[in-house]
């Protein structure tokens, strides 16, 4: 019975100690990549930085227990951030009272809309999606995340994302009054990372540019008076709470809800799917879906935002020597250990080099090569770029909706022909 329902927990129980070397090795070092991510991800979805070490607590515990993936490291990520920012930010002031309120309940229907869909047999449906969509709407996404860390990245004052025209004329009719310590400051981040990334680990760049920049301010903060800081942390754990959600706001909601609920199960099982196989484990796609919505429902409990599994963070757990989901927990520890003790450590980290890390990681999201201009899959090439021009010149949830739609049209189109 436990085996079938928690399959996590059943792993854990039939722990074996020869797997403790490589679990505490992975899940150390996945929470050192995960801590700078988790605030630079909170501050994409329009919330403070604590929200997003928040969302990397419990509801990465709840998805470990009841998830058979070994190695998937749930908890925030940009394109779920993006997509929450997009649509309550039309309805809200980003950080305002509402607005957490709103981004609590986006959680809260993401997490039931996956429960549901965990019991109805939508498997063949989601296969009919082409990753041209997925690869069209990702690349697009990840553009536009680049162009909302702007801001913080040069120390300009722009009004909130609405349209990517908008935006690009706006920065560069002010980019003569970029400021030029924080540029510095993001400039230097972005630099260094990129050095990191070429010569050393990733995993290991983010750390040591929130450390040098935090140093360099807390040591000269008379000199970059302009430069925007993250400041004041709370320490400690979040409270559990739940409050009704407002009819209207669920109505309004549910698009984007449905859209978070699809996109964020669809990258989360295509990285753990991957590392099955690898090992040549069985993964459950209802067990998965399940799992990730119970994820979602605990992180709206302790006032998060929606989460998913990460692709960056799940291969260097992998990559680093994890053998069971025993590292998770290792991971939850440290990021629990740095909420009590180290959140002051955080106060003079300037927000330019945060911008700094989104710009990296994200980067490597835009991928216009393996659809783009391809006559083996001319279909693949038409649906990643309509999916990718309507996300980016559009809507986000509109390009994802349109390409996912096109692409089960089509793919129903060619079972009509090929049954003919």
């Not at 296969?127 to 690869?135: M, Q, T, Y």
């Not at 927990?329 to 955080?346: A, D, G, H, N």
């Not at 990643?384 to 996912?404: E, H, N, Y």
Request: hydrophobic residues 50%; charged residues 10%.
């Amino acid at each position: 019975m436990i085996a079938k329902l928690l399959p996590g927990l059943h792993r854990l129980i039939h722990y074996q100690r020869s797997y403790l070397a490589g679990d505490l090795n992975s899940g150390i070092i996945v929470a050192i990549l995960f801590i700078p991510q988790c605030m630079a991800y909170a501050i994409i979805a329009g919330v403070p930085p604590i929200i997003g070490l928040y969302g990397a607590t419990l509801p990465l515990i709840i998805y470990t227990l009841f998830s058979s993936s070994k190695y998937l490291s749930v908890g925030p990520v940009s394109i779920v951030s993006l997509m929450v920012y997009s649509k309550i930010s039309t309805i809200a002031e980003p950080e305002s009272p509402q607005y957490l309120e709103l981004i609590i309940t986006v959680g809260l229907m993401v997490g039931s809309i996956q429960l549901i869909l965990s019991f109805i047999k939508v498997g063949p449906l989601i296969n009919r999606i082409s990753p041209a969509v997925l690869n069209g709407f990702t690349s697009a996404a990840a553009i536009i995340i680049i162009l909302n860390q702007l801001e913080s990245f040069m120390g300009l004052e722009l009004s909130p994302y609405q349209h990517i025209v908008d935006y690009l004329h706006e920065i560069l009719s002010k980019f003569m009054q970029i400021d030029v310590y924080t540029f510095g400051i993001g400039l230097g981040s972005f630099l260094l990372l990129m050095v990191m990334k070429r010569y050393v680990l990733l995993s290991i760049g983010p750390p040591i540019v929130i450390l040098l920049s935090t140093l360099l301010i807390y040591f000269f903060h008379q000199y970059f008076i302009s430069v925007e800081i993250v400041g004041y942390i709370p320490k400690g754990l979040p409270s559990i709470s739940f409050s009704t959600p407002d009819f209207y706001y669920l109505r309004v909601l549910f698009p984007v809800s449905v859209g978070i609920a699809f996109i964020s199960f669809l990258e989360s099982y295509a990285i753990a799917k991957t590392l099955a196989e690898k090992d040549k484990d069985k993964l459950n796609p209802r067990q998965e879906l399940m799992s990730l919505g119970l994820a979602n429902l605990s992180s709206s409990f302790i006032g998060s935002i929606p989460v998913a599994g990460a692709i960056s963070r799940t291969a260097l757990n992998y990559k680093s020597g994890a053998k069971s989901n025993f590292s998770s927990f290792i991971t939850v520890f440290f990021i629990i250990t740095t909420l009590f003790l180290f959140t002051p450590l955080f106060y003079y980290l300037p927000k330019a080099s945060l911008a700094a890390i989104i710009i990296v990681a994200v980067s490597g999201l835009v991928d216009l090569k393996p659809f783009l201009l391809n006559s083996k899959t001319p279909i693949g090439s038409i649906l990643f770029i309509i999916t990718f021009l309507t996300t980016l010149f559009i809507d986000v949830l509109t390009g994802l909706i349109f390409g996912s739609l096109l692409s089960i049209l089509f793919s129903f189109n060619k079972l009509v022909i090929y049954w003919k």
